[in-house]
């Protein structure tokens, strides 16, 4: 039957996804050190963005983003 061909990674998305991984981790952490010290406001913005990155970096690994984005 009509078998799909196989998409390989590239190094670019690879780097991508492995940059925007550590994003996420960098926003969550920043999200409980927000709660840490009370500060609720900081806290729920870092954990809405790093839902939007992990969101992103899902997309990366699993091919379906169409542009890769790089943030250095």
Do not use: H, Q
């Not at 998305?13 to 999200?31: D, F, P, S, Y």
């Amino acid at each position: 039957m009509g078998e799909r061909p196989v998409r390989r990674m590239s190094v670019r998305r690879i780097i991508c996804g492995i940059i925007w991984a550590v994003l996420t981790v960098i926003l969550g952490a920043g999200g409980v050190a927000e709660l840490t010290i009370d500060n609720t406001g900081g806290a729920v913005l870092c954990f809405v963005l790093a839902v939007g990155t992990g969101w992103y970096d899902f997309r990366v690994w699993t091919l379906r983003a169409r542009r890769l984005w790089l943030v250095i």
